[in-house]
């Protein structure tokens, strides 16, 4: 109990600060987080950026959540992989792990964020030297802009129903490996200043808090973090996940419209099939002038059954002068 009174009071000191991603605030909370929402990932803006996942972030002064939207960044330096946080539970509060740099993917808490971070290790991509290789299979590639692409299958696990944290009641039961265990003993780096930025504008958007937008945050991800000109007045709408209530979506621009049920119309026989009726058909081209040809299979009319047949006139031979007088 003496526990949990400390971890209160550490968090009601020093969570004004940012709080849930910078690294060495304790941040501990008794309200589990809310699900995570569904994004659609924007294109990768250039050349050796990683992804870095949305997460709900935790701000005392509000006494809420907001989501810090995921986004696209460049690494501290060449071969470091970023690690997200999570949220976990201990001795009946929830505890944020803050993410890192390293040069290998650390434990997460096996939460599914997503893109490549499919609650155990990262299947997003990996270096090669000074460039960065980017799996088309999980993420959002313009070939025409990032050259350095491979396709690779990823499995994924049972659907988790987007648990944003692990242990406690409804949590995640995924533990450390042998090897992610060895990454927390490694050397970290911080998130970067531009990461820290991005921190902090979604921490003072209102409309980011799940208390405000109900677990539908008006952000949800963004193409780079903490450019400057990225943000505006607020006015970035990008990712918005569909709501969660189903309606029917809206028609498509190059859909046809429905037509009226059309009335009844004389048989046509379907020679002018293909026209539209609304409008007047193209005048037909006049047919070349033939010459009359006499009918051959003509049908003669039947004669009447009284009617006497006339014989047929045969043409007469060349006449022959004979003698009358007998010889």
């Excluded at 001795?91 to 808490?109: I, N, S, T």
């Excluded at 450019?227 to 007045?233: K, L, S, T």
């Amino acid at each position: 109990m003496s526990k949990a009174l400390c971890v209160l009071l550490l968090t009601i000191a020093a969570l004004s600060a940012e709080s849930a991603a910078s690294a060495d605030v304790l941040v501990a909370v008794r309200i589990a987080p809310p699900p995570l929402p569904l994004y659609s990932q924007p294109p990768v803006p250039g050349p050796d950026y990683l992804w870095i996942p949305g997460y709900w972030g935790w701000d005392a002064d509000a006494g809420d959540y907001y989501w810090v939207p995921g986004t696209w960044v460049l690494a501290p330096q060449p071969g470091l992989l970023w690690t997200p946080g999570y949220w976990a539970w201990a001795d009946g509060v929830y505890l944020w792990h803050p993410g890192y740099w390293a040069p290998q993917v650390g434990f997460y808490g096996g939460v599914d964020y997503g893109y490549g971070y499919s609650g155990y290790r990262y299947d997003g991509g990996y270096w090669n030297g000074p460039h960065f290789y980017y799996n088309r299979a999980v993420n959002n590639v313009n070939v025409t802009i990032v050259h350095y692409v491979y396709e690779r299958a990823v499995t994924r696990r049972a659907f988790a129903g987007h648990i944003s944290y692990n242990g406690g009641p409804g949590g995640l039961r995924a533990r450390p490996g042998e090897s992610e265990r060895i990454v927390e003993r490694e050397r970290h780096w911080r998130p970067t200043p531009a990461q820290l930025r991005h921190f902090e504008q979604a921490r003072g958007d209102r409309a980011q808090f799940a208390g405000v937008s109900h677990g539908r945050p008006r952000i949800l991800a963004m193409p780079r973090a903490g450019a400057p000109g990225e943000r505006g007045n607020g006015n970035l709408r990008l990712r918005q996940a569909p709501p969660v209530t189903r309606q029917n979506p809206p028609p498509r621009p190059d859909a046809p419209r429905p037509r009226a049920k059309p009335r009844a119309q004389p048989l046509d026989h379907g020679f002018d099939r293909g026209f539209d009726r609304r409008q007047t058909p193209p005048p037909r081209a006049p047919y070349p002038a033939v010459a009359r040809q006499p009918e051959r299979n003509q049908v003669r009319a039947r004669p009447s059954p009284h009617a006497r047949p006339q014989p047929r006139l045969k043409p007469e031979p060349h006449a022959v002068r004979t003698s009358s007088r007998p010889r």
